[in-house]
């Protein structure tokens, strides 16, 4: 769930100028990029990444958050990729047997006129940024056709933590502590 001027949407429902809420200010979408992914040939790259209600302290997320695992959650001000922070119970990726049978999953990026931080789930997290190639998405096509090229997005200026050894002592202690009280409750 995406907070926006009109209160929460659901990131499938969003459109092209929807306005949605940044630590900026305001800010339209851009596009709605979909990547569907096979479940039966799903990489580890490429299964989601779920952190759990509450995982990560503060009554956050609101609601179960499903990300990729390189897509990044803003911490302690920094970027932190989903998975840096699996912790096996609380924050763990799902195995392909949580589709239940479906064949595929999809995937849903929104653009904004630059790389910013939005709420989802009532967590910052990152907005699309190219690290990921539009040409793998479904409706890559429909981008070209809006704006004629791929045009590439300037970084945030924050660090960004991609590997678990990279976690400060206190954040590493903050997460050991919510998963503790987790799996008491």
């Not at 630059?114 to 967590?123: D, E, R, V, W």
Request: charged share 15%; with cysteine.
């Amino acid at each position: 769930m995406i907070s926006g001027s009109e209160g929460v949407l659901a990131i499938e429902e969003l459109q092209i100028g929807d306005w949605i809420s940044t630590t900026d200010g305001p800010s339209q979408v851009k596009f709605v990029s979909k990547n569907t992914i096979s479940v039966a040939s799903a990489s580890e790259s490429e299964l989601p990444i779920c952190i759990q209600a509450g995982a990560l302290g503060g009554g956050l997320p609101v609601a179960d958050l499903y990300v990729s695992p390189g897509h990044s959650i803003f911490i302690d001000g920094t970027l932190v990729h989903a998975s840096a922070l699996v912790n096996g119970s609380t924050i763990q990726q799902v195995a392909p047997n949580y589709f239940n049978g479906q064949s595929s999953f999809i995937y849903y990026n929104i653009e904004l006129e630059k790389h910013q931080l939005i709420t989802a789930n009532g967590c910052v997290v990152e907005s699309y940024f190219d690290i990921v190639p539009r040409q793998d998405w479904d409706n890559f096509s429909d981008y070209i056709r809006l704006y004629g090229a791929d045009a590439p997005l300037e970084e945030l200026p924050y660090q960004v933590i991609s590997e678990p050894r990279q976690l400060s002592a206190s954040l590493r202690l903050r997460l050991q502590l919510q998963e503790q009280q987790a799996v008491a409750a």
